[in-house]
């Protein structure tokens, strides 16, 4: 067994940028065929395209809404109808809309849970007879640490990412006698363009509650996918890995 993608092919929703990118291009690196999906970065998107080309892949960028589960059917459709399988699914889609609770609106909450969760529940179910005929696969879903331990402004962005462990779970034991395994990376704080916009004095209070007192790289995330999508990990299946320097310990 190896790290070894060669032979593979991999579907990142919400790989345009950010941790997605890292983690496309990462499976390219090791040989895996890879689509992504965005919502509206189509220079973005064509970029990571050609960067997964150019490592000698083949390579997809689709347009697609994640909440809608027929999107995702077609996207999957497309995928296996070009490519014959489909071996590795990242659902990574994700936004944040943050707001105490007196002041979260309506329509906050459900942009978020529909984007970050629904999504998962949408390319989940319309990859599992694609694995199943392919008598295996590897999902992994991208929840945060703040699934885990809460935060206040964010109800609506922890109850999503919880909402995912216990999704991935659930799916990992209707699945697992099918060989497709279901399992969780939990990020803490990762240097992307979101965290950009973060005013230094957060920035700060997150380091120094970090163990390793330092942000982490969308690499170390990717990489972390990598074991979970390769044979390495074959006997793994409903775990949630935190990717967090040590912040939930």
């Known amino acids: 067994m190896s790290l070894s993608l060669k032979g593979k092919t991999a579907l990142v929703t919400g790989g ?10 990462t499976l ?12 509206s970065s189509v220079d973005a998107a064509n970029k990571v395209k050609e960067e997964i080309e150019a ?8 347009q697609a809404d994640a909440v809608k589960l027929e999107k995702a059917e077609e996207v999957i459709t497309e995928l296996t109808d070009d490519w014959e399988k489909l071996d590795i699914l990242v659902n990574n889609a994700g936004i944040t809309r943050d707001n105490l609770i007196l002041r979260m609106s309506e329509e906050q909450w459900d942009q978020v849970i529909d984007t970050n969760l629904k ?3 949408n390319y989940s179910k319309a990859v599992a007879k694609p694995m199943m ?7 992994i879903n991208i929840s945060s640490i703040v699934g885990l331990s809460g935060n206040a402004g964010q109800s609506n962005y922890a109850a999503s990412k919880a909402g995912i462990i216990g999704f991935t779970k659930s799916y990992a034991k209707e699945f697992a ?3 497709i395994r279901a399992n969780v990376v939990a990020p803490g704080y990762i240097t992307t363009e979101m965290t950009d916009e973060l005013d230094e004095e957060i920035l700060e209070t997150i380091k120094d509650e970090t163990p ?5 790289d969308a690499e170390e995330v990717a990489n972390t996918v990598l074991f979970l999508a390769s044979d390495l990990s074959s006997y793994i299946t409903g775990e949630t890995v935190r990717v967090d320097g040590g912040m939930g310990m």
């Open 16 to 25: 345009s940028r950010g941790i997605g990118r890292s983690i496309a291009l």
């Open 28 to 39: 390219a690196d090791y040989g895996a065929d890879v689509a992504i999906t965005f919502a």
């Open 55 to 62: 490592k000698g892949c083949k390579a997809k960028a689709i």
């Open 119 to 121: 999504s998962i529940f």
């Open 133 to 139: 005929r392919n008598r295996g696969g590897s999902i």
């Open 177 to 179: 006698s099918r060989n």
């Open 212 to 216: 390793m007192a330092r942000a982490g």
